[in-house]
């Protein structure tokens, strides 16, 4: 009977995420219908030959650093696990952790769907400005600056608060001969607002990395004056705790955001200040 309801739910689940992807295909607004059309192709797995050659190298290079043992120390200064209860102070400090190269690439980078997921909304969209809070080892970096690389336009700021972490990550982006991508190392609250600053109007941007329910709302708030006049904001792991959960609650119904796309574990907001009122999909992938 478990796996019988299991399947149900299943099939349920599907149909549901075709009903509101055709609902969001049919949106007023020109970007939720690219979006609607962007998770289509990522769950299609819909490629030209040379995108399907960009994306082998990459996953090859994950596979390389995941077999890897080398052991890394670096201060984190994100929210750790979902029931590590770091407080405020911690992760201003920041806590030394040490972990093999392969574990970190694992724990910290997106899977290979949600990786193509970044890479077709940049193909798609063709944003100048784009902004990435937490490179890790530089995977999500890698698909999203091949993709701009893909459009012949835009650059990709990367930020991340492990100077260990980050010099791999370079390594790895000049490995893939990716230019259009530069790493910013330093703690978000020391570094978002520069960068912001600097690189206005943001079209892009993908929030990962310090995944508390304050941290997360605060950073919202930050991004929202250095925005274009249509923008994309990505945030991952929404549901990780019940704190992510509360502020990605807050975040999609906030009147300023013109629609909000639940996929499951990442969320996207449209911010458009032309478009009035919020709508909200839930389209969950995973």
Same mark, same amino acid.
């Given at each position: 009977?478990? =796996?019988? +309801?299991?399947?149900?739910?299943?099939?349920?689940?599907?149909?549901? !995420?075709?009903? *509101?992807?055709? &609902?969001?295909?049919?949106?007023?607004?020109?970007?939720?219908?690219?979006?609607?059309?962007?998770?289509?192709? /990522?769950? +299609?797995?819909?490629?030209?030959?040379?995108?399907?050659?960009?994306?082998?190298?990459?996953?090859?290079?994950?596979?390389?650093?995941?077999?890897?043992?080398?052991?890394? /120390?670096?201060?984190?200064?994100?929210?750790?696990?979902?029931? $590590?209860?770091? /407080?405020?102070?911690?992760?201003?400090?920041?806590?030394?952790?040490? $972990?093999?190269?392969?574990?970190?690439?694992?724990?910290?980078?997106?899977?290979?769907?949600?990786?193509?997921?970044?890479?077709?909304?940049?193909?798609?969209?063709?944003? *100048?400005?784009?902004?990435?809070?937490?490179?890790?080892?530089?995977? $999500?970096?890698?698909?999203?600056?091949?993709?701009?690389?893909? *459009?012949?336009?835009?650059?990709?700021?990367?930020?991340?608060?492990?100077?260990?972490?980050?010099?791999?990550? &370079?390594? +790895?982006?000049?490995?893939?001969?990716? $230019?259009?991508?530069?790493?910013?190392?330093? *703690?978000?609250?020391?570094?978002?607002?520069?960068?912001?600053?600097?690189?206005?109007?943001?079209?892009?941007?993908?929030?990962?990395?310090?995944?508390?329910? !304050?941290?997360?709302?605060?950073?919202?708030?930050?991004?929202?004056?250095?925005?274009? /006049?249509?923008?994309?904001?990505?945030?991952?792991? =929404?549901?990780?705790?019940?704190?992510?959960?509360?502020?990605?609650?807050?975040?999609? !119904?906030?009147?300023?955001?013109?629609?909000?796309?639940?996929?499951?574990?990442?969320?996207?907001?449209?911010?458009?200040?032309?478009?009035?009122?919020?709508?909200?999909?839930?389209?969950?992938?995973?």
């Amino acid at each position: 009977m478990f =796996i019988v +309801n299991r399947a149900i739910a299943r099939v349920e689940r599907v149909i549901a !995420r075709r009903k *509101n992807l055709s &609902r969001l295909s049919r949106e007023e607004h020109a970007v939720s219908r690219s979006i609607a059309e962007c998770i289509r192709e /990522t769950l +299609n797995g819909s490629l030209t030959a040379e995108e399907s050659r960009v994306i082998t190298r990459i996953e090859a290079l994950r596979s390389e650093m995941e077999g890897s043992t080398a052991p890394i /120390t670096r201060i984190d200064y994100g929210a750790g696990l979902g029931d $590590s209860k770091r /407080t405020p102070d911690q992760m201003e400090r920041g806590v030394e952790v040490t $972990s093999s190269l392969g574990d970190i690439t694992r724990a910290a980078s997106k899977p290979a769907l949600w990786a193509r997921l970044l890479f077709r909304l940049i193909r798609t969209l063709r944003p *100048n400005s784009c902004v990435e809070m937490g490179t890790a080892v530089g995977i $999500s970096a890698a698909y999203q600056a091949s993709a701009l690389e893909l *459009n012949e336009r835009g650059r990709l700021v990367s930020l991340d608060g492990a100077p260990a972490v980050a010099e791999i990550a &370079r390594k +790895n982006l000049q490995t893939l001969g990716l $230019s259009r991508v530069e790493v910013v190392v330093g *703690n978000f609250r020391d570094t978002l607002a520069e960068v912001l600053k600097k690189e206005r109007p943001v079209d892009y941007v993908f929030v990962d990395g310090h995944h508390d329910e !304050r941290a997360t709302l605060d950073y919202f708030e930050l991004l929202l004056p250095s925005l274009g /006049t249509t923008a994309l904001l990505v945030f991952d792991d =929404i549901s990780w705790s019940d704190g992510m959960k509360r502020a990605w609650g807050s975040i999609s !119904r906030d009147p300023r955001v013109a629609v909000a796309v639940d996929l499951g574990a990442v969320g996207l907001c449209v911010v458009d200040p032309s478009t009035p009122g919020s709508r909200y999909f839930r389209i969950p992938l995973n």
